[in-house]
């Protein structure tokens, strides 16, 4: 009887211990979710050394077909923040959570920091959050349909694009082409020297048959016409006996 009743006792005893374990793991948890606004708002203010300002002009990208600013798309700003942080530091501890923004305006604009995945109370510095956006800048605008110009990381210019080498050398692309116009124009000349050829001999030859044509017919009707009348060729029988 009297271990029956030690079991009960020690049951309730491991009974009573857990629910207080519980309760103060409710308790620490409510204390985290009530302390982090705060905690938020102290790493994040306007005008801050490793803090961020965006802003954001949806109407003027996209006019009718413009988007409103809500909880998601923010939410979508931290997540490809989160994933410029991952490409730039090429690792994969960076969440959301780090991506902490503040100051938010109904003109789209707001600042934003980010904390370390190993310290949530320590700010990653600007710097590298700059070359972090730089890095990642094309697939931010991407995510929401802006550009350079309406999606701005003020005081973060963006990279340019590298310049495109050709294949071919410019000068050799020079070169042809005057090389091609040349033998163009060589060509033009021949073709024309020898239009011109061909068109002097068809003249040439148009005229020794106008020539011909006016000897043969030197007399017509007993009449003498201009040109030079060969009697060797005439059916008059004056010409022709000996």
């Known amino acids: 009887m009297e271990e029956g009743c030690m079991i009960n006792s020690n049951f309730l005893g491991i009974s009573l211990f857990m629910r207080c374990l519980r309760m103060l793991v409710r308790i620490l948890v409510l204390l985290y979710l009530a302390g982090a606004p705060a905690l938020a708002q102290t790493l994040c203010q306007p005008n801050a050394s490793n803090g961020c300002r965006v802003r954001i002009s949806i109407k003027t990208a996209l006019g009718n077909q413009a988007y409103e600013w809500n909880e998601n798309e923010m939410f979508l700003f931290r997540a490809t923040m989160a994933f410029a942080m991952r490409r730039y530091y ?51 605008n991407n995510a929401f349909l802006l550009t350079d110009r ?9 990279t340019l694009a590298a310049p495109v080498n050709p294949d071919t050398p410019p000068w050799l692309i020079v070169f042809g082409v005057v090389i091609g ?18 068109r002097k001999e068809k003249g040439m030859m148009e005229d020794g048959q106008d020539e011909e044509d006016r000897q043969m017919k030197g007399v017509e009707n007993d009449n003498v016409l201009d040109g ?12 022709t006996k000996l």
């Open 150 to 158: 309406t999606l701005e990381f003020l005081g973060i210019h963006p």
């Open 228 to 239: 030079i009348y060969n009697r060797g060729f005439t059916d008059d029988d004056r010409f």
């Open 90 to 140: 090429k690792t994969e501890t960076y969440n959301v959570d780090n991506i902490i923004m503040c100051n938010q305006t109904l003109r789209v604009s707001f600042w934003f920091v980010v904390t370390s995945p190993e310290n949530s109370t320590m700010l990653i510095p600007k710097a590298d959050v700059e070359k972090a956006v730089r890095m990642s800048r094309h697939r931010i």
């Open 181 to 198: 116009a040349v033998f163009a124009g060589i060509i033009a000349l021949l073709v024309s020297s020898l239009l011109q050829k061909r």
